[in-house]
């Protein structure tokens, strides 16, 4: 995968970023390690709307996607794993603990971040925010911890951008700003949300990318992710979800058509190589 | 004008008292928390008037500022507390929660104001200059501890530095990153409270928002990046503050709150005109560029 920009990686910032990690492709995994993610008997619901109904999933370590339809829960899904949205009911672990011995070490990259792009801060200062909790609260960015959100925006291609506001730069870039921020955080585990929603072609590449490298370092990611054409070629797992668990297991087992179809409430319609998923009038 | 000891400690005071509100001002700005400051303004009104008739049946000197700056504090929390139970029950959206709070309570300040006047003791306060400020009539001991005051505000800015920005930017990601998002917001509104109120007679409750808008806005266009901001910020609001105090001192009865205002609006047109990140400074690289 050719970084963006055309931009050469030697894979040099990449253990800039995650010092002290294994890059080589398949590291050895202790078999007592807990799961990256371990959730039971979730439920959520928005006033009198259930969003998730006992939702019972382990994620296996690697890269996996959270597939299902609009409405399905998966964003949902991702906040109450977070603590952004409160669970009725239902237990979240994280690497074997509860989210509040958790709290700070979960990478997170959220949809189309809805921040104020006229915030008075650089491209690097936006990454360089990924290192609040390790610094203390007030006095300049130790070098450090500025060195890391530097070699994190080198990773996807936005070096040159260092220093440049983040209002004065394109949608696609805005975007690997944060993914580079979700890189410097240094987190085992990373929950994005529909990272590849309305991105160029460019910030796609930098995704699949940082994705296949976070895999080979160890970590773990679980996306959300909408184009159903694309999960078995950029992920090894995968969550059908719609409100409840309709399948989970590896891409080979569990992205079956028939379970696609009953995820999304219709039929798949097979053209040749193309599927067409009839999804009924709601 | 003589520069007697007393003008002299009252334009550093109010200066001062600038650079506080640009400092907190650039955190609420950022945090959108700008309406909640003119809230806090208003609704001070109804606790000087509370805290004057307070100080009268007690018996205490009627001009001493603790009992009526205590009211400020306590009634403008409860504006506050106020916005946010509107807005909790969804109802209301929290612009119009804000304005039906700072009118509400800012009423109540009024009457509780012409009630004060018919009280013997209470009447000598002199409380129609907590509504538009009046620095002339400031005593050297007030402005001091008004400064000082002000300058702790200062420092918890600086001292909550990462945590204000981080929850200013991206809130959710600050949970996400373990803040607590809570407290931070708390401490700002605490900040904003404490500038509001130290303000008060300076300044006026009206108008204190001005102070805590307008010298952020203008910093804005001048830099790109928040430790330039910030430092301009709190430049810009000294100067106002001094500006309104000196037109103040040499025109007694302009108000002092207008004279800031007007020197910090003043700061916001000219960075307009001239700041390099202002909207016309772009526009014109744009055309510089094509």
């Keep these: ?282 | 004008m003589t520069l007697t000891y007393n003008t002299l400690v009252v334009l550093l005071g109010c200066g001062l008292l600038g650079l506080a509100a640009g400092t907190v001002g650039c955190f609420a700005l950022l945090r959108g928390r700008a309406l909640v400051a003119d809230a806090v303004g208003h609704a001070a009104l109804p606790g000087v008037a509370l805290g004057a008739l307070f100080a009268a049946a007690l018996g205490l000197e009627t001009r001493a500022l603790p009992p009526l700056l205590a009211g400020a504090a306590a009634t403008g929390v409860l504006g506050v507390l106020a916005v946010q139970m509107l807005a909790r029950t969804r109802r209301l959206r929290e612009d119009a929660a804000i304005a039906v709070v700072l009118s509400t309570f800012y009423a109540a300040g009024v009457a509780l104001l012409s009630f004060v006047q018919t009280v013997p003791q209470a009447a000598q306060a002199g409380l129609s200059h907590f509504i538009l400020g009046q620095a002339a009539a400031l005593r050297a001991a007030d402005a001091m501890l008004a400064g000082l005051v002000a300058l702790g505000c200062v420092a918890g800015c600086l001292a909550l530095y990462h945590p204000l920005r981080a929850a200013c930017f991206d809130p959710q990601f600050a949970q996400v990153q373990g803040l607590r998002l809570g407290l931070v917001d708390l401490a700002l509104l605490g900040l904003m409270v404490v500038v509001c109120v130290s303000g008060l007679q300076a300044v006026g409750l009206v108008l204190m928002v001005a102070l805590l808008v307008l010298p952020p806005a203008a910093a804005r266009l001048w830099a790109a990046r928040l430790p330039g901001m910030l430092l301009l910020s709190g430049l810009g609001g000294a100067v106002a503050g001094l500006a309104g105090a000196a037109a103040s001192a040499l025109w007694p009865t302009l108000p002092t709150g207008a004279a800031v205002v007007l020197a910090g609006a003043l700061l916001l047109g000219l960075s307009m005109l001239m700041g390099p990140e202002a909207p016309a400074a772009i526009v014109r690289r744009r055309r510089a560029t094509p």
Excluded: C
Aim: glycine share 10%.
């Design chain 1, 1 to 282: 995968m050719n970084p963006p920009d055309g931009h050469v990686s030697s894979g040099a910032g990449l253990r800039a970023a995650f010092p002290g990690t294994d890059t080589s492709p398949h590291p050895a995994r202790p078999r007592e390690t807990p799961p990256p993610l371990a959730i039971r008997g979730l439920f959520v619901s928005y006033g009198d709307r259930p969003a998730l109904e006992d939702v019972t999933w382990t994620a296996a370590p690697g890269l996996s996607a959270i597939v299902g339809p609009n409405g399905a829960g998966k964003s949902t899904l991702l906040r109450a794993v977070l603590g952004l949205t409160p669970a009725q009911r239902g237990e979240v672990l994280i690497q074997g603990a509860p989210l509040s011995a958790r709290r700070g070490r979960i990478g997170w990259l959220p949809q189309r971040a809805a921040v104020d792009w006229d915030f008075p801060a650089s491209a690097l200062d936006v990454v360089a925010m990924a290192r609040t909790p390790r610094i203390r609260w007030f006095g300049p960015m130790p070098r450090a911890e500025r060195e890391a959100a530097r070699a994190a925006l080198a990773e996807v291609g936005m070096a040159d951008f260092a220093d440049r506001q983040i209002g004065r730069l394109s949608g696609g870039q805005q975007q690997r700003v944060f993914l580079a921020r979700t890189l410097a955080q240094d987190a085992d585990l990373v929950l994005m949300d529909e990272p590849f929603a309305a991105v160029d072609a460019a910030t796609e590449a930098a995704i699949v990318a940082v994705l296949r490298r976070l895999a080979a370092a160890g970590r773990s990611v679980i996306a959300v992710h909408h184009d159903l054409s694309t999960v078995a070629d950029y992920f090894d797992h995968v969550l059908l979800l719609n409100r409840h668990v309709i399948a989970a297991g590896t891409v080979g087992e569990a992205f079956t058509a028939e379970n696609v179809a009953a995820t999304y409430g219709g039929r798949l319609l097979r053209f040749g190589n193309t599927a067409v998923l009839a999804e009924p009038a709601a």
